[in-house]
């Protein structure tokens, strides 16, 4: 006989559980009862409970297959985690939130540290649980974690109520995978709607494939190579999708849409076959809809969610299943082709719309820095941004000759987000080099973490692009709301260096172009985390950029 | 240009679905008319009877954003269907002894009932679609509605066919189908111009 939290974590190493990011308090204490009876489980204790939840992320974003795993207390506990798990919801990631509850007698009676988690967690999980009897807590957790890491992946929740922590039970490990009739498995491509963009393709006279996140978490990098070389398809991706195909390849294009390469907005809008795999077509993608792949004649979506197809764009043709086995599938069907005056026109376009910047000012400029940071990855090491025109810049400058991991809070654009998730990418990466690169901004709002960050060890490179601003709303300020610069001023932030003295992290700092390379070597050398602040030309923008309510060819670009 | 769609949505019979269907219609910006729910004949699942005010695509989103719920099982867009779509009204009228017949006469036209009497006034029940109960409830008007309780919608489709049987989703079954079996009434699979 086990108690509830004992099975509980039991279940965890069932599932293949290692790291757990958590927090305690009142409502779970029993799970940390006997979290130190289990030493497979390794708890790292976050400094708060958002930061958990964005750990968690990052460790399964970085280590595909897996779940991240995050534990909260009841109440302000589990309310810290709603941003998280929103990030993860919408980013498509497989996160496991186990959250205390009050006992289960005395839920509805708002009594100390209680809330209604499943309820203000509801629209942005993938599904939720609250354990009513002891006896369901193993084939939940199971359940939960088949939900989150299959199909279109994403973030659920358990609410666990005290009293059934410490209740007692036989512990069985269900034997037989998870089947719910209301959840089947995804479906196999549908072999006609593959002949048919095979056919497509075969006719097409300007194609142009789109990837997603969708290619990444379905491992089908390979698999979108073989398609783009066989029939020399020009690859263009989204945020999410960075990473998916090699930057460097000859049949590469760029980042598409709103503030993508100029040379992709004009394949794009000019294909007359576009396939997007792996992708939900969103408004930073499409810029404004209607200008949007204007002379496409044959639309092709690929996607495990059918809720994605014909949400914002409608297409032609589309397929529903897991991308790399419809990519499998379709390349045994694709013929070898090549448009050879395509593929000179597109790159006349990568001649006429380079992603480059310009140094008016002698200051230090971001790219610089990334610059300096991507010739020291090797194709390797883990990137992770946060939001803003650190995250912009440093996906355009992604320079990778392989597929890797970029990763970024691209859906909901959660700052703070890449310094948390940093942690999670490097403990369930420790042979990789993991950089984090971030904003004043964003990194301030989980500055917290520095302690855990110290506590653990945790070797993550933290570059920190300092324009004493919030850039990307200075920008727009700037540029699109009458140039009123309102509540972006953030020169009174901490002075790095003595922050990471006070938390015990080394930290070094400067404005000068010549230091970067030196303090890059440095925080690499180091066997533990270390920041590096980089006082940054306080006027660089991002480009190129679509103008508010502005087409996809309407792209403003560096001058 | 938005129409009413009737949905008949099959779903696991557990706590809290009904605020998760609800909660993804809110969500998505679509507007519930009318939803009803209740147990099937097998008492693990439960079937929802949702009218939504959409417009055409619009539609086809809210029938796979529910699909995608994994408290469902099956989502059926019956809108236009050789349906029966009925309703239920309570409504307790005025009537006084002396006054009845008249109302009685009008009870009978819409073959209703009357399932209360008292002193001074009864409870007339009648069933059938919305238009016929809308009809009803004006007639009523003059004569003194006291109080009125009206369902939501419930639905089946005419014939000798289940529309979605249920051992299809049987948990024991073989693995099922492909995803527009889900999704009956709107296709699973989108086809159409940009």
Known sequence: MLTGAQIALESLIREGVDTIFGYPGGANLWLYRYLPDYPALHHVLVRHEQGGAHAADGYARSKRGSVGVVFATSGPGALNLVTGLATAYMDSVPVVAITGQVPSTAIGTDSFQESDVIGSTMSVVKHSYLITRVEDIAPTIQEAFHIARTGRPGPVLIDFPKDLQAAVSVFNYPETPVRRRSYPAPPRPDPAKLRQIAELIKGAKRPVILAGRGVLIARAEEELAELAHQAHIPVGWTLLGTGAFPVTDPMALQMVGFMGAGYTNKAVCEADVLIMIGMRCDDRVTTRLDSFAPRVEHLVHIDIDPAEIGKNVVPHVSVVADAKVALRELNLLVEPKREHQWLTQIDQWKEEHPVRFTNHSGLLQPQQVLEEMYSRCEDEAIVLADVGQNQIWAALWFNYSKPGLFLNSGGTGTMGYAFPASMGAKLANPHKTVFCVTGEGGFVMNMQEMATMVENNIDVNVIILNNSSLGMVRQFQDDFYDGVRSAVDLTFTPDFVKLGDAFGMKAMSTDRVEDVGRMLDEAMAHKGPVLLNFNIDPNANVYPIVPLGKGMLDFVEAS | ?194
């Not at chain 2, 079937?47 to 796979?64: L, S, Y």
């Not at chain 2, 995608?68 to 050789?82: N, Q």
């Not at chain 2, 919305?130 to 008007?141: G, H, S, T, V």
């Not at chain 2, 529309?163 to 009434?185: K, N």
């Open chain 2, 1 to 194: 240009m938005t129409q009413s769609r009737l949905l008949s949505v099959l779903v696991d019979n557990k706590p809290g679905v009904l605020q998760r269907v609800a909660s993804m219609i809110r969500r998505r910006g679509f507007n519930i008319d009318s939803l009803s729910v209740g147990p099937t004949d097998d008492d693990t699942i439960s079937r929802m009877t949702i009218t939504v005010h959409v417009g055409r695509q619009q539609a086809e989103q809210a029938t796979k954003q529910l699909a995608k719920l994994i408290d469902v099982i099956t989502i059926d867009d019956i809108t236009g269907l050789r349906n029966v779509a009925h309703e239920l009204v309570l409504v307790r009228m005025h009537a006084p002894p002396g006054e009845r017949t008249e109302l009685l006469n009008l009870v009978d036209i819409f073959r209703g009932r009357i399932v209360d009497v008292a002193a001074s006034s009864v409870i007339i029940e009648v069933t059938g679609s919305a238009e016929k109960i809308d009809n009803f409830i004006e007639l009523m008007r003059p004569y003194g509605i006291k109080e009125l309780a009206r369902s939501g919608v419930v639905a089946l489709v005419r014939g000798d066919q289940a529309r979605i049987r249920l051992m299809d989703f049987a948990i024991d079954g073989d693995e099922p189908q492909t995803e527009p079996s889900r999704v009956a009434g709107v296709a699973g699979d989108t086809t159409g111009t940009v």
